[in-house]
């Protein structure tokens, strides 16, 4: 745990290698993502173990989720990083000849990148990437609660990257708070919406941009379907984006599920018989799926399921196992909207089901709802699928399918209202911390000496005719043969 | 909505959440969503400064005494052609955007769909009135959003004009005025919005961002800073000088967040650059410029004084080389040069927004640059010579908002280029398709097949399927199949 009053000299040191011109190099940011990438490689039992450490999750789920998509992350980084670096000429009008603009990207300085404990490694490494490949030195505070990965990634960041220019500070609130009152090029904060505000507010006192990608009861809408495949299939990804996502525990995991109400109790027995079959008759000696974080967290879950109104509402599961921090997959048919667990993100192995009359019924449950990371629609309806595009908002909108639209790099992932706003993910992982400055040239030869006092009638005429690119009007003007009006 | 000016409402708290109540409740109903609509007031905002310029003209002129030919250029002129773009790309900017998948997500294809954020609020400056307001405005309308705008305060008949010709010309039950200084803007800026885009001060844009923190809302800051101009002696100096004078005191008399602040040169090149300089100041203002039509007045008494303060300063009073009168009952303020002022002045340590320009003169430009960015970044910087290798430095080692080379402020007009600011500067841009994407959320939207799914996928869990994914994740075609193969 880094001591407080040592965090000066590492920063200036982190800014003097941002001073010093060093991280713009395109070597430069080519050696710190294959640094990257062989940290990946060689340290990947080492992350796997950390991971079971904390948060109990098989090295497959840790791979698909984590090392995996970080991989595949830094390879496109490595490919593409000379087309990310390179200026974008920007069309001029022929009034502007023989001006030439473009916009330049260039690093933002010294980046503060604050990560969650759920996905220790991806939610880390992932805007470091796109830091660094954006020419950034870079601070990583990575969450405490999950001390194993957090520990390892102290250790093992200083070895494969420039430790003069990446960091890793570990800590607590202390430390975070301590982190916020410095002067930031950026700041790119994963995590809960309280915390989000007090990252804002502290980015306020310097004018620092920020990123916060956070979360929201993600909603899987399930409609109808007729083919038995087509079924399986889809129970699969459902299941799959919510107990087979760090149980429940991910920001994109599926919150709730609704379905029309005729449909339920099919959906509810395919979603039982999967279950059991991707956990086991007794799930509590399942290696495949995550504990939960910590006690707090364990808790925090018991209490929702205790709830009374909530416990008669369990329709599979709901055994927990408080020395293991486990607990087991549960569905819940309709329990009350007015419970905690319909009202805040679940964040756990969860699974209420609503049910509604008709199924285009859920635009307006969504829509009088906080805006969510992302929305999960599961049907064939094409008039369905366009309604839920244009009638609601949220980060995203996955049709078929939940989870995984973090591993696709060619879309944009990031939330709106309260999930946050900035996004990230393939280039937009370059953008996020990146300034694109505009830059225009022009000639010293020629002039609209129009422009420039004193006033007179005859300069406003040409003025007004340049001005909307009336280049006639302009001609007009100019052998005078049209006047101000 | 005319109010009688005795018996105005205060626009309060209450106020503030009762106006937010009613415009959810008109964004929900989906009517600023359809191309229609926002074509229709985009042509009709079109209107308000085809119809109604001369209103415009004499407005702008009794709050800031400025001259015709400048409220023309700078704000009457671009607010038409901004409508004018978003007229004719709205089209393909509400198109949605097809990207292509990999075969991490096989087989899937996928688009990011524009949408509007919501209810969104507008804080304009004083210095272009109409045109800090109107041209978000435009964005913000394209986009589809309903707009709050709060025109600046310190110039009451341009911000009366704007409130009495929005609510005439535009849909009031979508786009609103409000009207006030501090305590009315302090009552917005306690409501929920969905984007609030500022420009202004440094110091307001950081309540305006704390105020947004407590909501979580995204802004954008267009801010200022201290745009310096690095002269070298390589150049075409008539041209240069018209540009630099232009850029300055033809801009709302130097009161421009993008006006060049301050001028560094070779102490050899100092010389012949003041010399033309003085020579075009008397060509443009005449022999006394306090008389000069052509010259924008000081906003009001406090800037007045606070440029009165930069030069009365000790250290500053005696490299006065040009100018300096000044009439504080008429808050007219002449262009004024000042050579070699200290780097501790107060001059140089505050963007000066007025007609006040310090030349700075050093033996190699190069080493000016680093002396730009330890400023803090500024909202443009600007450099004249004909050395590429000079031109390359600055682009590669300045950071601004937006830089112009051999120019100044000219790229404020350029709809292509996205106009904001970085680090004290500001965050977030505009203009252009930049305006659209500023007020718009850009979803993604994923749609996934059924042909095939990796059961590796999913648990229960295995070394086996441990390879697929590795297959998967790396995007190579062969390692799929081969595990695959090995699968079935």
Redesign the interface.
Same mark, same amino acid.
């Given at each position: 745990m880094a001591e407080i009053e040592n965090l000066e000299p590492d920063l200036e040191e982190l800014r003097e290698s941002y001073r010093s011109?060093k991280t713009?190099e395109a070597s430069w940011r080519k050696s710190q993502l294959k640094g990257l990438l062989t940290l990946l490689k060689e340290q990947e039992k080492d992350i796997f173990k950390a991971l079971e450490q904390d948060l109990g999750k098989?090295?497959?789920?840790s791979?698909?989720d984590e090392v995996?998509?970080l991989?595949?992350s830094v390879?496109l980084a490595l490919s593409s990083l000379k087309d990310w670096m390179s200026s974008r000429k920007?069309?001029?009008p022929i009034a502007?000849f023989p001006s030439t603009?473009e916009?330049?990207p260039?690093p933002?300085?010294l980046v503060l990148i604050i990560s969650s404990w759920n996905f220790p490694f991806g939610l880390s490494l992932e805007p470091v990437i796109g830091a660094i490949a954006a020419g950034n030195s870079v601070v990583l505070k990575p969450s405490e609660l999950a001390p194993a990965s957090s520990s390892l990634l102290a250790k093992t960041i200083p070895t494969y990257l420039d430790k003069k220019a990446v960091k890793v500070i570990e800590g607590g609130a202390a430390v975070g708070e301590h982190l916020l009152r410095c002067k930031w090029?950026k700041i790119f904060f994963t995590g809960n919406?309280r915390v989000?505000?007090i990252v804002?507010?502290a980015?306020?006192?310097h004018?620092t941009?920020v990123t916060?990608e956070?979360g929201g009861k993600c909603p899987a809408i399930f409609d109808s379907f007729s083919s038995s495949?087509?079924k399986e299939?889809?129970i699969?990804?459902v299941?799959?984006g919510k107990?087979?996502a760090c149980a429940g525990q991910a920001c994109i995991a599926i919150d709730y599920i609704l379905v029309q109400e005729g449909f339920a109790p099919t959906l509810l027995e395919l979603l039982r018989n999967m279950t059991k079959k991707?956990?086991?008759e007794n799930p509590r000696e399942?290696?495949?799926?995550a504990r939960i974080i910590n006690k707090q967290h364990f808790l925090r879950l018991k209490n929702i399921l205790d709830d009374p109104s909530v416990q008669s509402c369990i329709v599979h599961g709901g055994g927990v196992d408080e020395d293991n921090l486990f607990i087991e997959p549960t569905i819940l048919m309709n329990p009350p909207l007015k419970a905690s667990i319909m009202t805040d993100e679940i964040f756990g192995p969860l699974l209420p089901i609503i049910t509604l009359k008709k199924i285009e019924d859920s635009i307006e449950f969504i829509?009088s709802r906080p805006k969510a990371l992302a929305i999960y629609v599961f049907t064939k309806n094409e008039t369905l699928?366009r309604r839920i595009?244009?009638?609601t908002?949220?980060?995203?909108?996955?049709?078929?399918?939940a989870i995984?639209?973090y591993?696709?790099?060619?879309?944009?992932?990031g939330g709106?209202?309260?999930s946050?706003?900035?996004?990230y993910h393939g280039k937009f992982s370059f953008d996020t911390f990146t300034?694109?400055?505009?830059?225009?040239?022009?000639?010293?030869?020629t002039?609209f000496?129009f422009?420039?006092?004193?006033?007179n009638d005859f300069?406003?005429a040409l003025?007004?005719s340049a001005?909307?690119?009336d280049y006639f009007g302009f001609l007009l003007v100019l052998m005078g043969l049209k006047k101000n009006s | 909505m005319a109010e009688d000016s005795e018996t105005k409402k205060v626009f309060d708290a209450e106020a503030a959440a009762s106006l937010m109540k009613e415009l959810r409740g008109t964004y929900?109903s989906?009517k600023t969503?359809s191309y229609e609509w926002r074509v229709a007031q985009l042509k009709n905002l079109m209107k308000i400064v085809d119809d109604h310029e001369k209103d415009i003209l004499d407005a702008i002129r009794a709050d800031l005494s400025k001259?015709?030919?400048?409220s023309?250029?700078a704000e009457i002129?671009?607010i038409?052609?901004s409508c004018?773009r978003a007229l004719g790309e709205l089209n393909r900017w509400m198109k949605p955007e097809k990207?292509?998948?990999?075969i991490?997500?096989f087989p899937?294809s996928?688009e990011?769909?524009s949408?509007p954020?919501?209810v969104v609020l507008i804080i304009g400056a004083w210095n272009f009135p109409l045109l800090l307001a109107l041209d978000p405005a435009i964005g913000a309308i394209a986009a589809g959003n309903a707009v709050v705008l709060k025109p600046s305060e310190l110039c009451p008949a341009t911000s009366s004009l704007i409130a009495k010709l929005v609510g005439k010309y535009l849909d009031s039950s979508c786009i609103k005025v409000v009207e006030g200084a501090v305590a009315e803007t302090s009552a917005l800026l306690e409501q929920k919005w969905?984007k609030i885009f500022f420009t202004g001060s440094?110091r307001v844009?950081?309540i305006v961002?704390?105020a947004?923190?407590?909501h979580?809302t995204?802004v954008a800051?267009e801010?200022g800073g201290k745009c310096p101009v690095v002269v070298d002696s390589d150049?075409?100096l008539p041209?240069?000088i018209?540009r630099i004078?232009?850029g300055k005191?033809?801009s709302n008399n130097g009161q421009a967040c993008i006006a060049p602040d301050y001028i560094i040169t070779t102490k050899d090149f100092a010389p012949k650059l003041i010399d033309a300089l003085k020579h075009e100041l008397e060509?443009?203002?005449g022999k006394d410029p306090l008389e000069?039509k052509?010259l924008a007045h000081i906003v009001n008494s406090n800037h007045f004084a606070r440029l009165a303060k930069l030069l009365d300063d000790d250290k500053v009073s005696g490299k006065i080389i040009h100018g300096g009168q000044r009439d504080k009952a008429n808050l007219k303020f002449a262009p004024t040069i000042l050579l070699d002022v200290p780097e501790d002045s107060l001059v140089m340590n505050e963007e000066i927004f007025g007609p006040l320009l310090p030349i700075l003169t050093v033996d190699k430009l190069e080493d000016s640059f680093d002396m730009i960015t330890s400023r803090g970044k500024p909202l443009a910087a600007y450099l004249?010579t004909?050395n590429k290798k000079l031109?390359e430095k600055f682009?590669?080692?300045v /950071? *601004?908002?937006?830089?112009?080379?051999?120019?100044t402020v !000219?790229?404020f007009?350029?709809k292509? $280029?996205?106009?904001g600011g970085?680090?004290?500067s500001?965050?977030?841009?505009y203009h252009g398709k930049f305006s659209y994407e500023a007020f718009s959320?850009?979803?993604?939207?994923?749609?996934?097949?059924?042909a095939g799914?990796a /059961? *590796?996928?999913?648990?229960?869990?295995?070394d086996r399927? !441990?390879k697929l994914?590795?297959a998967? $994740?790396?995007?190579s075609v062969v390692g799929v199949i081969l595990a695959l193969i090995g699968w079935s």
């Open positions: 011109g713009k098989h090295y497959a789920e791979y698909r995996g998509t991989t595949k390879n920007a069309k001029l502007a603009a916009v330049f260039e933002l300085g090029d919406v989000g505000r804002m507010t980015a306020a006192n004018l941009p916060l956070l495949w087509d299939m889809v699969k990804r299941l799959g107990f087979g991707m956990f086991g399942t290696k495949s799926m829509n699928k595009i244009s009638e908002s949220s980060g995203s909108v996955t049709f078929n399918d995984i639209q591993a696709a790099d060619t879309i944009p992932f709106v209202g309260e946050g706003f900035g996004r300034h694109e400055k505009a830059i225009l040239r022009r000639s010293l030869l002039e000496w422009r420039f006092p004193p006033w300069k406003l003025t007004k001005y909307s690119f | 929900a989906g969503r001259p015709e030919q400048e023309y250029i002129s671009i038409k052609s004018t990207v292509k998948t990999s991490t997500t899937s996928a990011i769909v949408e954020l919501g969905d440094g844009g950081r961002m704390a947004a923190a407590k979580l995204p800051l801010l150049i075409n041209v240069a018209r004078a232009g005191w033809a060509a443009w203002y000069s052509d004249f004909n031109k682009v590669k080692t /950071s *601004a908002g937006g830089l112009v080379i051999n120019d !000219l790229h007009a350029e292509t $280029l996205p106009f970085v680090g004290e500001g965050m977030g841009s959320h850009r979803k993604s939207v994923l749609y996934r097949g059924f799914d /059961s *590796a996928r999913y648990p229960p869990y295995s399927k !441990l994914l590795k998967l $994740l790396s995007g």
